[in-house]
C-alpha cells in the first residue's frame, strides 16, 4: 500500500542523477511501526542545514528572464510546490528532488556580509538583481532566520535597487523595509499566484499562503505604494488554465500593476514527481493532462529552448496566451510597472566608504 504524505508536494524520493540506486520511500518499505508513523505524520520533520557559499550572486544568463544577477538565500523549499523547477538542483547538494527537496532546507547566514562586500567594491555598477529566482526568500525557514530581511536592510543602506519573487504573505512582515526602498524607487515585489481553488492550492502548494492571503498581501503593498507584479504561474492545462480571467480580474482588484505568465514545464525529475501526483490527485483526467502539456512541447512534458520553454507552442499554448493577453487588456489595460532608479547607488556606496575610512585607518 502506498501512503499519501500530507503537507507535502513530493510523495517520491526520486534516484539523484549522481546516484546508482533509488531511494523511493513507500510505506511498506519500512521495517518498524515507528518509521511508518513518521512518514504518515501530517508534518514530516524538517532539516536546517548551514552552508557558507563565497559568493551569493549568481548571473543570469537566460533571455528568458530579463535580469542580470539572481539571489537565493535558501537552497531547497518547504513550500512543497509539485512542478518546481528548482528542485532538481537539489542534486548538487547530494539530495533527491523529491521529498528530500522540501525537507532539508540549507540556509546562507553569510549571504548579508556577501552582498554588502560586493556592493562595497568599487568596480561594482548597479544591476538588476533579483531575489531569488531559484527557491522561495519568504518560506517557512524565513520566520525563524531572517536572513532575507537582513538582506534587504544591506539594499536599502547602499540605495541599491532589488526585485523580489514570493508566493508567501510572510513579505509583509517587511513593510517597514519594503516602504523605504520604494521611496526611493528601489523596489519591486512580483507575487506568484497559481490558484484562486484552496483545495487545489493545498495539494499542489501544500505550504504556500492561502490565495485569500496572498491578495491580500496585493493590496496592502498596492497600498502602501510598493509596486506589485504577478506571476501567475505555471499554467496547467486541465488543472487551472480555466481560472485565467478570474485570477487576473482578482489581482487588478487588489491593486496589482502588471501581470504575467509561465506555462509548465517539468524538467529532470520533475515530470516523474508530477507524473506521481495527479495520478494519486486527479487519476480520472490525469493522462488529459499530461498530453496537453506535452502538445506544448513538442511532445515532451519539458522543453529547455529559450524564447518557448515559458510560454510553449501549439493549439492549448496559443489558447492560454490569448486568454491572458484579453484578461490583462480587459483588466489591467493602461496601468504600468514604474521602473527602478539605478542613479543613487554609486554615491551613496562613496559616501559610506568615506564614512568608514577614518575608523579603518584606527585599525
Given at each position: 500500500?502506498?501512503?499519501?504524505?500530507?503537507?507535502?508536494?513530493?510523495?517520491?524520493?526520486?534516484?539523484?542523477?549522481?546516484?546508482?540506486?533509488s531511494n523511493?520511500?513507500?510505506?511498506e518499505?519500512?521495517?518498524?511501526?515507528?518509521?511508518?508513523?513518521?512518514?504518515?505524520?501530517?508534518?514530516?520533520?524538517?532539516?536546517?542545514?548551514?552552508?557558507?557559499?563565497?559568493?551569493?550572486?549568481?548571473?543570469?544568463?537566460?533571455?528568458?528572464?530579463?535580469?542580470?544577477?539572481?539571489?537565493?538565500?535558501?537552497?531547497?523549499?518547504?513550500?512543497?510546490?509539485?512542478y518546481?523547477?528548482?528542485?532538481?538542483?537539489?542534486?548538487?547538494?547530494?539530495?533527491?528532488?523529491?521529498?528530500?527537496?522540501?525537507?532539508?532546507?540549507?540556509?546562507k547566514?553569510?549571504?548579508?556580509?556577501?552582498?554588502?562586500?560586493?556592493?562595497?567594491?568599487?568596480?561594482?555598477?548597479?544591476?538588476?538583481?533579483?531575489?531569488a529566482?531559484?527557491?522561495?526568500?519568504?518560506?517557512?525557514?524565513?520566520?525563524?532566520?531572517?536572513?532575507?530581511?537582513?538582506?534587504?536592510?544591506?539594499?536599502?543602506?547602499?540605495?541599491?535597487?532589488?526585485?523580489?519573487?514570493?508566493?508567501?504573505?510572510?513579505?509583509?512582515?517587511?513593510?517597514?523595509?519594503l516602504?523605504?526602498?520604494?521611496?526611493?524607487?528601489?523596489?519591486?515585489?512580483?507575487?506568484?499566484?497559481?490558484?484562486l481553488?484552496?483545495?487545489?492550492k493545498?495539494?499542489?502548494?501544500p505550504?504556500?499562503?492561502?490565495?485569500?492571503?496572498?491578495?491580500?498581501?496585493?493590496?496592502?503593498?498596492?497600498?502602501?505604494?510598493?509596486?506589485?507584479?504577478?506571476?501567475?504561474?505555471?499554467?496547467?492545462?486541465?488543472?487551472?488554465?480555466?481560472?485565467?480571467?478570474d485570477?487576473?480580474?482578482?489581482?487588478?482588484?487588489?491593486?496589482?500593476?502588471?501581470?504575467?505568465?509561465?506555462?509548465?514545464?517539468?524538467?529532470?525529475?520533475?515530470?516523474?514527481?508530477?507524473?506521481?501526483?495527479?495520478?494519486?490527485?486527479?487519476?480520472?483526467?490525469?493522462?488529459?493532462?499530461?498530453?496537453?502539456?506535452?502538445?506544448?512541447?513538442?511532445?515532451?512534458?519539458?522543453?529547455?529552448?529559450?524564447?518557448r520553454?515559458?510560454?510553449?507552442?501549439?493549439?492549448?499554448?496559443?489558447?492560454?496566451?490569448?486568454?491572458?493577453?484579453?484578461?490583462?487588456?480587459?483588466?489591467?489595460?493602461g496601468?504600468?510597472?514604474?521602473?527602478?532608479?539605478?542613479?543613487?547607488?554609486?554615491?551613496?556606496?562613496?559616501?559610506?566608504?568615506?564614512?568608514?575610512?577614518?575608523?579603518?585607518?584606527?585599525?
Amino acid at each position: 500500500m502506498e501512503v499519501y504524505i500530507k503537507g507535502r508536494g513530493s510523495q517520491l524520493n526520486p534516484t539523484n542523477r549522481f546516484h546508482k540506486t533509488s531511494n523511493e520511500v513507500y510505506v511498506e518499505d519500512l521495517a518498524t511501526q515507528e518509521e511508518r508513523e513518521e512518514l504518515l505524520t501530517t508534518n514530516p520533520k524538517t532539516k536546517y542545514i548551514e552552508v557558507f557559499p563565497k559568493t551569493i550572486l549568481n548571473k543570469v544568463d537566460s533571455p528568458d528572464i530579463g535580469l542580470s544577477w539572481s539571489m537565493n538565500p535558501y537552497q531547497g523549499c518547504e513550500h512543497g510546490c509539485i512542478y518546481c523547477y528548482a528542485r532538481n538542483t537539489h542534486e548538487y547538494w547530494d539530495f533527491s528532488s523529491g521529498a528530500a527537496f522540501e525537507q532539508n532546507i540549507m540556509l546562507k547566514k553569510n549571504a548579508p556580509d556577501l552582498l554588502r562586500k560586493t556592493l562595497e567594491k568599487k568596480k561594482w555598477e548597479a544591476a538588476s538583481i533579483m531575489m531569488a529566482g531559484n527557491t522561495d526568500i519568504y518560506q517557512p525557514a524565513e520566520r525563524k532566520f531572517g536572513i532575507t530581511r537582513e538582506l534587504l536592510k544591506v539594499f536599502l543602506e547602499f540605495k541599491h535597487p532589488v526585485s523580489m519573487i514570493t508566493k508567501n504573505s510572510l513579505i509583509e512582515r517587511d513593510l517597514d523595509l519594503l516602504k523605504k526602498l520604494a521611496s526611493e524607487k528601489l523596489v519591486y515585489v512580483t507575487m506568484s499566484l497559481t490558484t484562486l481553488d484552496e483545495k487545489l492550492k493545498r495539494v499542489m502548494e501544500p505550504r504556500t499562503s492561502t490565495s485569500r492571503n496572498v491578495l491580500k498581501t496585493i493590496e496592502r503593498l498596492t497600498k502602501e505604494n510598493i509596486p506589485v507584479n504577478v506571476n501567475v504561474a505555471p499554467i496547467i492545462p486541465g488543472i487551472n488554465d480555466e481560472e485565467i480571467f478570474d485570477i487576473v480580474r482578482a489581482i487588478a482588484e487588489a491593486g496589482a500593476l502588471s501581470a504575467g505568465y509561465i506555462v509548465v514545464r517539468l524538467n529532470g525529475n520533475n515530470a516523474l514527481l508530477f507524473e506521481d501526483w495527479i495520478n494519486k490527485n486527479f487519476l480520472d483526467r490525469a493522462n488529459k493532462v499530461l498530453n496537453q502539456i506535452k502538445s506544448m512541447h513538442g511532445g515532451q512534458l519539458n522543453d529547455s529552448n529559450y524564447g518557448r520553454r515559458m510560454k510553449g507552442e501549439g493549439k492549448f499554448a496559443e489558447l492560454i496566451r490569448n486568454q491572458f493577453i484579453l484578461a490583462r487588456k480587459k483588466f489591467m489595460n493602461g496601468r504600468v510597472m514604474p521602473g527602478l532608479d539605478y542613479s543613487l547607488y554609486e554615491a551613496q556606496r562613496n559616501l559610506l566608504l568615506e564614512k568608514a575610512e577614518p575608523q579603518l585607518k584606527l585599525f
